[in-house]
């Protein structure tokens, strides 16, 4: 059913319409009746409705700004405006933000459920439109990666099916590599531009994250799309780009190290070209690592082990807990067995990325992990920092309770380190980051916290904007209201922080500023 809600200041206009409407037939559920818009703005945050019928005159936020607000995070909610003759320029503006639907008081039942049913048509041609995208931006993220890594991987392990050093088994290699990106080739496109490889020779492994971390700054203030593949072997850093980079650019990243490094650069015809380059050279290591999204992913030059681990990985999104926990025991055991440093390196970073990955270990943890377990240099104390992870994170994956805990705790993550985005909804979270029903994440939330969503957020705004004008006294409201993400709508940041506070925050900070 489509969700709706119905939001006008005159309580007998809305219960009206509420109970003039068979609702059920027309397939719509009514969520909420608003008094006003910012009740209306953070039901929508709560809620997330499809349609929302509003009135264009309201106190706290009008029909415009909720119109405005809300399309700037989610323009897949249709907005039905309700309207006086005298409000018609009111209502032209708000087409202006793609609002289609338009109904002057007083309407009739019929036409009301015409409009009605039209804003659920454009619902369904919006959702239709928005799954689409989403598919085949996932359909392009999955295969892209898959085609890399398939790639690299064919290129590397071919050596465990041929006679070694023969010619036979590089042409075998690498007619493989090239297979692939036929089949890949129909969605990616890789294969009929010019490539630069790009060696940084001497680059310490202690240093490659931070340098990492520099490129994807640089390519963020620029705008340019720097990198778009690479490894690092043995102290040198590969990277595969469309477009030569400046070596000044370059050396300004990797900072300390500038120094040290030794930069290479070699023009290839295509993607094919320059990886059979690239794995002549890699073939022969035990331990490599690829290099996406500017962190480092280690690789196993093994296959029956890289199978292995992600059939664990799989068993392992499955979220039951007995399950969870034999799957624990399994990635246990094999860290004892390995003998090996570097392997046992690889595997604990692997393994540490995974659990990060399904919420088993914060995003804190995780980093705090590869970088102790990349300067150790004692096997067995390796091994240690690997078996003290697992052991943390079985707990957290074999508890019962634990997929709703880590659920609300990656929520609240996320708001903090976002903060200051204007379009932080539960939705965006909801879809784009946890991969999950928006419904399903609101009941939970508000099951485990007591708290709505648009309250806990209401509640992480107010305190950082007190934090700020106790740090500063001097601040701006305007300047507080764009770093607690309500930078476009300052009225409506002083009207939660009076609600919260039972002043203005000019009033608050004046008056702290004293004590």
Same mark, same amino acid.
């Given at each position: 059913?489509?969700?709706?809600?119905?939001?006008?200041?005159?309580?007998?206009?809305?219960?009206?319409?509420?109970?003039?409407?068979? #609702?059920?037939?027309?397939?719509?559920?009514?969520?909420?009746?608003?008094?006003?818009?910012?009740?209306?703005?953070?039901?929508?945050?709560?809620?997330?409705?499809?349609?929302?019928?509003?009135?264009?005159?309201?106190?706290?936020?009008?029909?415009?700004?909720?119109?405005?607000?809300?399309?700037?995070?989610?323009?897949?909610?249709?907005?039905?405006?309700?309207?006086?003759?005298?409000?018609?320029?009111?209502?032209?503006?708000?087409?202006? #933000?793609?609002?289609?639907?338009?109904?002057?008081?007083?309407?009739?039942?019929?036409?009301?459920?015409?409009?009605?049913?039209?804003?659920?048509?454009?619902?369904?041609?919006?959702?239709?439109?928005?799954?689409?995208?989403?598919?085949?931006?996932?359909?392009?993220?999955?295969?892209?990666?898959?085609?890399?890594?398939?790639?690299?991987?064919?290129?590397?392990?071919?050596?465990?099916?041929?006679?070694?050093?023969?010619?036979?088994?590089?042409?075998?290699?690498?007619?493989?590599?090239?297979?692939?990106?036929?089949?890949?080739?129909?969605?990616?496109?890789?294969?009929?531009?010019?490539?630069?490889?790009?060696?940084?020779?001497?680059?310490?492994?202690?240093?490659?994250?931070?340098?990492?971390?520099?490129?994807?700054?640089?390519?963020?203030?620029?705008?340019?799309?720097?990198?778009?593949?690479?490894?690092?072997?043995?102290?040198?850093?590969?990277?595969?780009?469309?477009?030569?980079?400046?070596?000044?650019?370059?050396?300004?990243?990797?900072?300390?190290?500038?120094?040290?490094?030794?930069?290479?650069?070699?023009?290839?015809?295509?993607?094919?070209?320059?990886?059979?380059?690239?794995?002549?050279?890699?073939?022969?290591?035990?331990?490599?690592?690829?290099?996406?999204?500017?962190?480092?992913?280690?690789?196993?030059?093994?296959?029956?082990?890289?199978?292995?681990?992600?059939?664990?990985?799989?068993?392992?999104?499955?979220?039951?807990?007995?399950?969870?926990?034999?799957?624990?025991?399994?990635?246990?055991?094999?860290?004892?067995?390995?003998?090996?440093?570097?392997?046992?390196?690889?595997?604990?970073?692997?393994?540490?990325?995974?659990?990060?990955?399904?919420?088993?270990?914060?995003?804190?943890?995780?980093?705090?992990?590869?970088?102790?377990?990349?300067?150790?240099?004692?096997?067995?104390?390796?091994?240690?920092?690997?078996?003290?992870?697992?052991?943390?994170?079985?707990?957290?994956?074999?508890?019962?309770?634990?997929?709703?805990?880590?659920?609300?705790?990656?929520?609240?993550?996320?708001?903090?380190?976002?903060?200051?985005?204007?379009?932080?909804?539960?939705?965006?979270?909801?879809?784009?980051?946890?991969?999950?029903?928006?419904?399903?994440?609101?009941?939970?939330?508000?099951?485990?916290?007591?708290?709505?969503?648009?309250?806990?957020?209401?509640?992480?705004?107010?305190?950082?904007?007190?934090?700020?004008?106790?740090?500063?006294?001097?601040?701006?409201?305007?300047?507080?209201?764009?770093?607690?993400?309500?930078?476009?709508?300052?009225?409506?940041?002083?009207?939660?922080?009076?609600?919260?506070?039972?002043?203005?925050?000019?009033?608050?900070?004046?008056?702290?500023?004293?004590?």
């Amino acid at each position: 059913m489509w969700k709706l809600i119905i939001a006008d200041d005159e309580r007998v206009i809305r219960e009206t319409i509420y109970h003039l409407i068979d #609702w059920e037939s027309l397939g719509i559920e009514v969520v909420g009746l608003c008094k006003d818009g910012i009740e209306a703005y953070n039901m929508i945050l709560d809620k997330s409705p499809d349609i929302v019928m509003t009135d264009i005159r309201m106190p706290g936020l009008s029909g415009l700004e909720l119109v405005r607000e809300i399309v700037q995070t989610d323009r897949q909610i249709q907005f039905l405006i309700l309207s006086g003759y005298e409000e018609f320029e009111y209502a032209r503006e708000a087409m202006k #933000w793609g609002v289609k639907h338009y109904l002057l008081k007083p309407c009739n039942e019929e036409k009301l459920v015409e409009s009605i049913l039209e804003a659920c048509e454009d619902c369904r041609k919006a959702k239709a439109r928005a799954e689409l995208e989403k598919q085949q931006n996932a359909m392009q993220n999955v295969i892209h990666q898959d085609a890399m890594y398939h790639l690299i991987m064919d290129g590397i392990t071919v050596r465990e099916e041929q006679e070694e050093g023969t010619s036979e088994e590089s042409l075998s290699a690498f007619q493989k590599a090239e297979e692939q990106m036929e089949l890949y080739g129909q969605y990616l496109d890789l294969g009929k531009h010019t490539c630069y490889l790009v060696y940084l020779y001497f680059l310490e492994q202690t240093e490659l994250e931070h340098v990492l971390e520099q490129l994807e700054q640089y390519g963020k203030e620029t705008g340019k799309d720097l990198l778009f593949y690479g490894l690092y072997v043995k102290n040198t850093l590969l990277l595969f780009c469309h477009e030569l980079p400046d070596e000044a650019v370059l050396r300004n990243c990797l900072g300390q190290s500038a120094s040290m490094v030794e930069i290479e650069t070699e023009r290839h015809e295509s993607l094919p070209e320059l990886l059979k380059t690239v794995l002549f050279k890699v073939r022969r290591y035990d331990v490599l690592y690829a290099i996406h999204n500017f962190k480092p992913i280690a690789i196993l030059n093994n296959q029956n082990s890289i199978r292995y681990l992600q059939k664990i990985y799989t068993e392992l999104e499955g979220n039951d807990p007995a399950e969870n926990e034999r799957c624990v025991e399994e990635l246990t055991t094999m860290v004892r067995g390995a003998s090996r440093r570097d392997f046992l390196q690889m595997l604990g970073n692997s393994i540490c990325t995974h659990m990060a990955k399904i919420g088993a270990y914060s995003m804190q943890e995780e980093a705090a992990f590869l970088r102790t377990a990349n300067e150790e240099k004692e096997t067995e104390m390796l091994r240690t920092l690997i078996l003290e992870m697992l052991s943390q994170a079985k707990k957290k994956l074999c508890r019962e309770d634990q997929e709703y805990g880590i659920l609300v705790e990656r929520i609240m993550e996320y708001v903090k380190e976002h903060l200051a985005d204007y379009d932080l909804t539960l939705k965006k979270i909801a879809e784009s980051y946890l991969y999950m029903n928006v419904d399903y994440v609101s009941r939970k939330f508000h099951q485990i916290t007591g708290k709505k969503f648009s309250q806990y957020l209401t509640e992480q705004r107010v305190e950082r904007a007190k934090e700020l004008f106790l740090k500063d006294p001097g601040n701006k409201v305007q300047y507080v209201a764009e770093q607690v993400g309500c930078g476009n709508n300052p009225q409506y940041f002083t009207q939660i922080f009076k609600k919260a506070e039972g002043m203005t925050p000019a009033k608050w900070a004046a008056q702290m500023s004293e004590k």
